[in-house]
T-cell receptor
Framework: DTGVSQDPRHKITKRGQNVTFRCDPI?????LYWYRQTLGQGPEFLTY????????KSRLLSDRFSAERPKGSFSTLEIQRTEQGDSAMYLC????????????FGPGTRLTVT | RKEVEQDPGPFNVPEGATVAFNCTYS??????FFWYRQDCRKEPKLLMS???SGNEDGRFTAQLNRASQYISLLIRDSKLSDSATYLC?????????????????FGKGTKLSVKP
């Protein structure tokens, strides 16, 4: 499968715990995006990378959230001190860059904070 | 005003019907436009890009009106398998990043249910 992959697919955690999600983009894609989606809403942008550089962060990305893409390949999204409001689907997408604006999504990680 | 607005539906139509979805966007700097399809509890999947001249892909036709900041999607001869949520999406290129891409702004989606 050469699509975007995410791990884990589901995560249940207790409030206050830290969680980390991983995204592996399509191999030749140099841009990687994180989105969050809650029920009944469209995905909301969190942050994006071009290679290893984090170029943009949404105001939704509080200081409890951090994302990395150390070698310009896979990325991790960490949430510290999780809150119930963090419960959502976390989606990763990648794109080829250059003149291509089309983004391809992974299956997402569904986070439930109890 | 939300950046991308869609009628949430649901649109309940019989097989074979023609259905149209509309979408408006508020930021005139929007550069690229898309329709994504999302099945229940699945990730969004790119359905088609939308070009100024309008474009067609089989039973699907997308139109863009930049002056009115309006995007549409027409589905002809709808199939049961077309049942999904259709997301209108725009890309706003950040002015300070030159040619870089920026993020996608999604509408809430319009739910379509095609019945036999």
């Amino acid at each position: 499968d050469t699509g975007v992959s995410q791990d884990p697919r589901h995560k249940i955690t207790k409030r206050g715990q830290n969680v980390t999600f991983r995204c592996d983009p399509i191999s030749e894609h140099n841009r990687l995006y994180w989105y969050r989606q809650t029920l009944g809403q469209g995905p909301e942008f969190l942050t994006y990378f071009q290679n290893e550089a984090q170029l943009e962060k949404s105001r939704l990305l509080s200081d409890r959230f951090s994302a990395e893409r150390p070698k310009g390949s896979f990325s991790t999204l960490e949430i510290q001190r999780t809150e119930q409001g963090d419960s959502a689907m976390y989606l990763c997408a990648s794109s080829l860059g250059l003149a291509s604006y089309e983004q391809y999504f992974g299956p997402g990680t569904r986070l439930t904070v109890t | 005003r939300k950046e991308v607005e869609q009628d949430p539906g649901p649109f309940n139509v019989p097989e074979g019907a023609t259905v149209a979805f509309n979408c408006t966007y508020s930021n005139s700097a929007s550069q690229s436009f898309f329709w994504y399809r999302q099945d229940c509890r699945k990730e969004p999947k790119l359905l088609m890009s939308v070009y100024s001249s309008g474009n067609e892909d089989g039973r699907f036709t997308a139109q863009l009106n930049r002056a009115s900041q309006y995007i549409s999607l027409l589905i002809r001869d709808s199939k049961l398998s077309d049942s999904a949520t259709y997301l209108c999406v725009v890309n706003i290129r950040p002015m300070n990043y030159g040619g870089s891409q920026g993020n996608l702004i999604f509408g809430k989606g319009t739910k379509l249910s095609v019945k036999p």
